[in-house]
C-alpha cells in the first residue's frame, strides 16, 4: 500500500497465507482511500516533523499514525484510549492465532543476526 515501507527492504508483502496484503484487500475498502490520501499530505508543510535527529526516527512514521487515526475516525473510534484498545484487542488476537509462526519468526531473527555477528549469543529471553 503507500508510501512508508512498513516491511524490511526486499521483502514481499506476503504474510504467510500465500496471497499478498494487496491481494487480501478489496480494492474499495477505506483503508486504500486512507493509504492514497495520507501518502499524498505534504506532512512537513502541514507541521508535521518527519525527522528526528536529536534522538533518531521515532518508533512509528507520522504517515502510519495518521493512518490509524483516520481509520479510527471514519470508524468511530475517536478517543485515543479506545483505539489503542482496538489496536491491543487486534494485536492480542494476532499474537495468539499465530504463537508458533512468531516464534519461528523470532528465532529465524535470531539466527540471522547471529549470522551477521549483530548479537553475542547469549539469551536473554527463551522462546
Known amino acids: 500500500m503507500g508510501g512508508v515501507n512498513v ?3 526486499g521483502i514481499s508483502d ?3 497465507s500465500g496471497a499478498s496484503l494487496q491481494e487480501l484487500i478489496s480494492p474499495d475498502n477505506e483503508v486504500r482511500f486512507i493509504d492514497a490520501f495520507i501518502d499524498s499530505l505534504p506532512l512537513e508543510k502541514l507541521g508535521f516533523r518527519t525527522d528526528f535527529p536529536e534522538n533518531g526516527r521515532p518508533a512509528y512514521h507520522p504517515t502510519i499514525l495518521l493512518k490509524l487515526l483516520v481509520y479510527g475516525y471514519l470508524n468511530r473510534i475517536c ?13 492480542a ?8 509462526a512468531i516464534t519461528r519468526l523470532f ?3 535470531v ?17
Open 79 to 91: 478517543s485515543s484510549r479506545c483505539l489503542e484498545r482496538e489496536c491491543h484487542i487486534t494485536i
Open 7 to 9: 516491511l524490511l527492504p
Open 14 to 16: 506476503k504474510q504467510g
Open 111 to 127: 539466527k540471522m543476526a547471529g549470522h551477521f555477528e549483530l548479537i553475542g549469543g547469549e539469551w536473554s529471553c527463551y522462546l
Open 107 to 109: 528465532r529465524a531473527t
Open 93 to 100: 488476537n494476532f499474537r495468539k492465532n499465530n504463537s508458533r
